[in-house]
């Protein structure tokens, strides 16, 4: 099934066509309020624009472009609204402050209870098609491999990943998933899907090498520099003098931090049969 969908312009995009959708997105931006993590002891950038945020752009542009209320729902009730995916700067963030996992374990359900408050405040506006991810398993990206860099063996699953790090991320994943089961009792007339970008991702990750991707490099980041995952904090990737890989499509992680495009690639082919459903409802 070919998707087709359009890329979407950000809605801070000045003079931008949102004939087809809107981009809500902000690099780096939480799930959870700024001053909710503040009050944790865990520092967010100054222009990070959480979840909230997003969606007062989104009912700012609603009002906007909608005639009447009853339009606005129309035009909700023909779209497609992905919410995510979000939550892992949430946990980058306090990670970067000297947080625990156990630290971050205890507001994960706040995290989750946001994400479930914003859908239903959509749903209430009038979707009725929606996507929620889930977060994928962080203990195997470069930027968190790095800082730890133990050589116990206990501390790391069968694909060389943190496994504390990514058993908190199952733990976020299978409370957010409840929490949509709950949803879909709530307004059964809604399709809530759950995308899990945490088995898609360890799919591709498994099958690498059946996949094109190069067997000795899928937990280091193509464009880097040094070190067991070629990620260094210090010197990331646009840095002068690190280097980007000659070929990108064999890699899966793109600076550490963020995938490649050939993995996103491959993840998209994974997730894109959820959207099925829809066709079944509608």
């Keep these: 099934m070919a998707l087709q969908l359009p890329l979407l312009n950000p809605y801070l995009e000045r003079n931008a066509s949102f004939d087809h959708g809107a981009n809500f997105a902000v690099a780096g931006c939480t799930t959870l309020d700024s001053s909710f993590l503040a009050a944790r002891g865990i520092q967010t950038p100054i222009i990070n624009t959480p979840l909230s945020v997003q969606l007062n752009w989104f009912k700012t542009l609603l009002n906007a472009t909608c005639s009447s209320h009853a339009e606005c729902v129309r035009r909700l009730n023909r779209a497609l609204v992905f919410v ?3 939550g892992d700067n949430d946990v980058s963030y306090a990670l970067a402050n000297g947080k625990s996992i156990q630290e971050i374990h205890s507001y994960i359900p706040d995290l989750v209870r946001v994400i479930i408050n914003g859908v239903r405040e959509l749903i209430r506006l009038g979707a009725i098609r929606i996507v929620v991810p889930g977060n994928f398993p962080l ?5 968190y491999l790095s800082k730890s860099n ?9 694909l060389g990943c943190l496994r504390s790090l990514n058993e908190l991320i ?10 949509i089961g709950s949803l879909r009792q709530e307004f059964p007339h809604v399709v809530v899907v759950y995308a899990d970008y945490y088995s898609s991702f360890q799919s591709i990750l498994r099958r690498a090498p059946f996949l094109g991707f190069d067997k000795q490099s899928l937990l280091r980041a193509c464009c880097g520099i040094g070190g067991t995952y070629n990620y260094d904090a210090n010197r990331t990737c646009g840095s002068q003098d690190v280097h980007v890989c000659p070929n990108p499509k064999q890699y899966i992680h793109w600076d550490g931090i963020h995938l490649t495009q050939e993995a996103h690639h491959r993840i998209s082919d994974i997730l894109k049969n959820i959207l099925f459903e829809f066709q079944c409802v509608f």
């Design 84 to 86: 995510g995916g979000i």
């Design 139 to 143: 203990g195997c990206f470069p930027i």
């Design 150 to 158: 133990s050589t116990d063996p206990r501390l790391y699953d069968d």
């Design 170 to 179: 199952v733990f976020q994943n299978n409370l957010l998933q409840k929490a």
